[in-house]
Nanobody, 123 residues
Framework: QVQLVESGGGSVQAGGSLRLSCTAF????????MGWFRQAPGKEREGVVF???????GYADSVKGRFTISRDYAKNRLYLQMESLKPEDTAMYYCAADPRGSYCYTAGDFSYWGQGTQVTVSS
């Protein structure tokens, strides 16, 4: 059974940093496409970054240069390092995975989701 568990969310002031973690259970992340999404109250879920198993990566324009996705294969974990946080980054952040390994760009391309971790950035 595939399970994703996020952690690392919290409350920070604008300009601060956070690192989100997503630990995968039941499969190896090495062959999966992975991604981070977020959803703010009253808004649709939006893609933050996707990362294919071949290393291809795509960031949303709103986070380019500030957020970095990475994988730790030994720990079977996905990370999202977030720098220079802004109040508009406030949202529930979700980790997602799909066994296809690639061609996963939108929420509909991902089969498995975590429960989310809240990030709140105050001005």
């Amino acid at each position: 059974q595939v399970q994703l568990v996020e952690s690392g969310g919290g409350s920070v002031q604008a300009g601060g940093s956070l690192r989100l973690s997503c630990t995968a259970f039941g499969y190896s992340i090495s062959n999966y496409c992975m991604g981070w999404f977020r959803q703010a109250p009253g808004k649709e879920r939006e893609g933050v970054v996707f990362n294919s198993s071949d290393g291809s990566t795509g960031y949303a324009d709103s986070v380019k240069g500030r957020f970095t996705i990475s994988r730790d294969y030994a720990k079977n974990r996905l990370y999202l390092q977030m720098e220079s946080l802004k109040p508009e980054d406030t949202a529930m952040y979700y980790c997602a995975a799909d066994p296809r390994g690639s061609y996963c760009y939108t929420a509909g391309d991902f089969s498995y989701w975590g429960q989310g971790t809240q990030v709140t950035v105050s001005s």
